[in-house]
């Protein structure tokens, strides 16, 4: 069993940035894959970004340079660093966690309730 909490979601400006956070806690299992995805109105889930068990970390094509994943081990925290957003960058945002990767495909068996990112042009 994982829990996931997302934080950190809001509005800004095109060009600007947000940082979200996601809080995981696992009763059983020590090292998980992770993701970042995200779901806007009328459109599929899609994957943002992910850091596997080893820490290597893949990336959606159009965030690619702009967003960092990073995470915190010893607090459980995971991040999503979001720089020179775009508007269409707008969408609920979900934090995600596996026992395997699933890479970029919403396949994660855990999912957290989710941020809304707003981005105005």
């Known amino acids: 069993q994982v829990e996931l909490a997302e934080s950190g979601g809001g509005s800004a400006e095109a060009g600007g940035s947000l940082k979200l956070s996601c809080t995981y806690s696992?009763?059983?299992?020590?090292?998980?894959?992770l993701g970042w995805f995200r779901q806007a109105p009328g459109k599929e889930r899609e994957g943002v970004g992910i850091?596997?068990?080893?820490?290597?970390?893949k990336y959606e094509r159009s965030v690619k340079d702009r967003f960092i994943i990073s995470q915190d081990n010893a607090k459980k925290i995971l991040f999503l660093q979001m720089n020179n957003l775009k508007s269409e960058d707008t969408a609920m945002y979900y934090c995600a966690a596996d026992r395997v990767s699933w890479y970029l495909i919403p396949n994660y068996e855990y999912w957290g309730q989710g941020t809304q990112v707003t981005v105005s042009s």
């Open positions: 696992s009763r059983f299992y020590s090292r998980l894959c």
């Open positions: 850091i596997d068990r080893d820490g290597i970390t």
